[in-house]
């Protein structure tokens, strides 16, 4: 199975400060890489798809980057509403596997 | 919008048996693959289990492999997850989700999960 290592695995920032996730895979899973956001007691919600396609509804301050093994999720100007949980989950290869999250604290 | 809803979650002692059932509506259920994907109260996320539109695919992992079973009735826009033999391993929150496509393998809609507890 691909091993999906997420860090850090918290995280804690004020509004407006820019934020850097990063995911690495444990063998090439091209681009075939997604990131989810989940709050507290909800369903994940999709927000980013092959590694850097932002999903209709999204804002733009988020945004994704890699290919191979290495990748990130960038916000751009963290605002209240992003304070959250985020995976990531390669689907390059049965089983489809996800990383363990990084929650984002308010600092 | 698309709208999935779970039903069928509740306590179940080991070793026993639990049906799931997720409704679709929104979209057109018989082009994509769907998914099952639960998270254990306070963990991470795990696909279970993922089948193709037409049933020709159904993928498991190795956990619930040979205990549960993926279905679709295209006809119903439902999809459901037969879980035999289960353990306390399998307490979780069960998601249904919609694949990005045919069956890419990632989750562009979710529902809002039912909570199934194995406990004696």
């Known amino acids: 199975d691909i091993q999906m290592t997420q860090s850090p695995s918290t995280l804690s920032a004020s509004v407006g400060d820019r934020v850097t996730i990063t995911c690495r895979a444990s063998e090439s899973i091209r681009s075939r890489l997604a990131w989810y956001q989940q709050k507290v007691g909800k369903a994940p919600k999709l927000l980013i798809s092959k590694a850097s396609d932002l999903e209709s509804g999204v804002p733009s301050r988020f945004s994704g980057s890699g290919s191979g093994t290495e990748f990130s999720l960038t916000v751009s100007s963290l605002q209240p509403d992003d304070f959250a949980t985020y995976y990531c989950?390669?689907?390059?290869?049965?089983?489809?596997?996800f990383g363990r999250g990084t929650k984002v604290e308010i600092k | 919008q698309v709208q999935l809803v779970e039903s069928g979650g509740g306590v179940v002692q080991p070793g026993r048996s639990l049906t799931l059932s997720c409704t679709a509506s929104g979209f057109s259920f018989i082009d994509y693959g769907m998914h099952w994907v639960r998270q254990a109260p306070g963990k991470g996320l795990e696909g279970v289990a993922a089948?193709?539109?037409?049933?020709?695919?159904?993928y498991y992992i190795d956990s619930v492999k040979g205990r549960f079973t993926i279905s679709r009735d295209n006809s119903k826009k439902t999809l459901y997850l037969q879980m035999n033999s289960l353990r306390s391993e399998d307490t979780a929150v069960y998601y249904c989700a919609k694949d990005g496509n045919l069956l890419t393998g990632y989750y562009d809609n979710w529902g809002q999960g039912t909570l199934v507890t194995v406990s004696s």
């Open positions: 089948v193709s539109s037409d049933e020709s695919f159904k």
């Open positions: 989950q390669q689907y390059n290869s049965f089983p489809w596997t």
